[in-house]
């Protein structure tokens, strides 16, 4: 796992490394669509770690945690078995309860997969809350 200069001024992008497996694939060896989604989501768990955002912890001392409130996915061109990919996550913009990220799959050829997420900050029972305010700092870097 590695970050990245990013020409946006507001930082940098998280990127995760992924590579294509044999269970990540269909019958002719192309990476099945909601895969994209897994791949997404354990770049942003990491892009948390590498910020160190512990989510358990969150969870168990403020009672917050993260959910997709929704996700757009636009499929570009198929990756494939044994390819390897990259994840570039950027956090577009931090709201009161939530946030904007863009996610780019790509393979050497370029991106193969975008999707942009809505991430809600939540609290016990499921409801909205602000973020707290070391998790919008720790944030601010991507």
Same mark, same amino acid.
């Given at each position: 796992?590695?970050?990245?200069?990013?020409?946006?001024?507001?930082?940098?992008?998280?990127? +995760?490394?992924?590579?294509?497996?044999?269970?990540?694939?269909?019958?002719?060896?192309?990476?099945?669509?909601?895969?994209? +989604?897994?791949?997404?989501?354990?770049?942003?768990?990491?892009?948390?770690?590498?910020?160190?955002?512990?989510?358990?912890?969150? +969870?168990?001392?403020?009672?917050?945690?993260?959910?997709?409130?929704?996700?757009?996915?636009?499929?570009?061109?198929?990756?494939?078995?044994?390819?390897?990919?990259?994840?570039?996550?950027?956090?577009?913009?931090?709201?009161?309860?939530?946030?904007?990220?863009?996610?780019?799959?790509?393979?050497?050829?370029?991106?193969?997969?975008?999707?942009?997420?809505?991430?809600?900050?939540?609290?016990?029972?499921?409801?909205?809350?602000?973020?707290?305010?070391?998790?919008?700092?720790?944030?601010?870097?991507?």
């Amino acid at each position: 796992m590695s970050v990245s200069q990013n020409p946006s001024p507001r930082g940098v992008s998280h990127i +995760f490394p992924v590579r294509v497996y044999y269970e990540d694939t269909d019958a002719a060896g192309i990476v099945y669509h909601a895969n994209y +989604f897994r791949f997404a989501e354990r770049a942003r768990t990491e892009m948390l770690r590498s910020a160190k955002i512990d989510q358990s912890t969150l +969870f168990g001392v403020l009672g917050v945690r993260f959910v997709v409130r929704s996700c757009k996915v636009e499929y570009l061109k198929s990756a494939r078995l044994d390819d390897d990919l990259e994840v570039h996550t950027k956090i577009v913009r931090i709201l009161g309860a939530s946030l904007l990220a863009k996610q780019v799959v790509q393979n050497d050829q370029g991106p193969t997969t975008l999707l942009d997420s809505r991430i809600a900050c939540v609290g016990e029972y499921g409801r909205p809350v602000p973020w707290p305010l070391e998790v919008r700092s720790a944030l601010t870097t991507y």
